[in-house]
């Protein structure tokens, strides 16, 4: 699967999906591109998911329309994400285009 991570979605993440191609939104050139802009981009680029900690984008943006999975971190914090990164692996495992899975981290 070809992953994007958001502005928020810590780095560190990225060994935890091993299976994957993951690149940031960063690295991509995106890191000033607007919600739909930065999704848009996404789809266009052939990538299947997009990871965030943005919790406002399923009211932001028609997400049931989008070719793309999505899936929303409650939090920014590496060390609690770290703690249960099971729940971001099963979620990766789990999302299908037009999808949005949020996992809340305690």
Excluded: Y
């Excluded at 999808?99 to 981290?105: A, D, N, P």
């Amino acid at each position: 699967m070809r992953i994007v991570f958001d502005q928020g979605t810590p780095v560190p993440l990225r060994h935890c999906l091993v299976d994957h191609f993951v690149v940031t939104a960063f690295e991509q050139g995106w890191s000033t591109l607007r919600n739909g802009e930065l999704l848009a981009a996404v789809e266009r680029e052939g990538f299947d998911l997009l990871i965030t900690t943005d919790r406002r984008l399923k009211h932001q943006q028609n997400l049931g329309a989008r070719a793309i999975g999505i899936i929303v971190l409650s939090t920014t914090s590496w060390p609690r994400i770290r703690a249960v990164e099971h729940m971001v692996v099963a979620a990766v495992q789990n999302v299908a285009p037009a999808r949005l899975i949020e996992v809340e981290i305690p």
